[in-house]
């Protein structure tokens, strides 16, 4: 059981360039989720899903695309990377409003 | 936005209790309290949850007022092993208007 998985874990692109960051889940759960985290920011949600096929807007969901085709994967899109999308990115998943199980993150930066 | 305050930071000598306290004003009759542990490098973790009053597991125990619009994390003698940031998160009813946000979190060093 491996929980919440991200991929990959580490990248560098150039500002313009575009990449896919991938979460899988194999817990079943409903709900999945994309945060980054800043320093002396805290945690800040940019999207999140409630179930297969929806997505929605969290706090910072600008120059960012989510997909939820398959029930255990959450994918988070950048189409043209910006350097202010450096950071790091977590994914979680939870069953309903339940506890949050997170990924290991993803460490991105953007020259 | 179910906005969460907390201190920045402190420190904390090994082997004392450790209270941490999370203020939420705007917190909702059908809102509950959680709180995560984040280690360098890794992802917050699940501690503790709580709707009122008192809850107590094997690691930490939640104290919440009646009037829910704070939270206080307690954590029994701490050792060097705690040190980490520790986020307190409301979690809504519902999801929309951006009503899901951690907040900041507050860093605890445990000194030796």
Redesign the interface.
């Given at each position: 059981n491996a929980g919440?998985t991200q991929t990959p874990k580490f990248r560098v692109l150039k500002t313009g360039q575009s990449m896919t960051l991938l979460c899988a889940q194999d817990m079943n759960h409903e709900y999945m989720y994309w945060?980054r985290q800043d320093p002396?920011?805290?945690?800040?949600?940019i999207h999140?899903s409630?179930g297969e096929g929806t997505t929605?807007k969290?706090?910072v969901p600008d120059g960012y695309n989510v997909s939820r085709l398959k029930k255990q994967n959450f994918l988070l899109g950048l189409e043209s990377a910006a350097p202010s999308q450096t950071s790091v990115y977590?994914c979680?998943s939870s069953a309903m409003?339940d506890?949050?199980?997170?990924?290991?993150?993803t460490r991105l930066t953007v020259l | 936005l179910a906005k969460t305050t907390q201190p920045i930071s402190m420190d904390s000598y090994e082997g004392q209790e450790v209270n941490i306290t999370c203020s939420h004003n705007n917190i909702a009759t059908n809102d509950y309290i959680t709180w995560y542990q984040q280690f360098p490098s890794q992802g917050p973790r699940f501690i503790i949850q709580g709707y009122k009053t008192k809850v107590t597991n094997e690691v930490a125990s939640l104290f919440i007022p009646a009037d829910r619009k704070s939270s206080t994390l307690s954590l029994p003698r701490v050792s060097l092993s705690d040190t980490a940031v520790y986020y307190c998160l409301v979690v809504p009813s519902y999801y929309g208007n951006n009503r899901l946000a951690f907040g900041k979190g507050n860093q605890v060093v445990v000194i030796p």
């Open positions: 919440v945060y002396g920011m805290g945690l800040r949600l999140y409630v929605a969290g706090e977590f979680a409003r506890t949050q199980y997170f990924g290991p993150g | -």
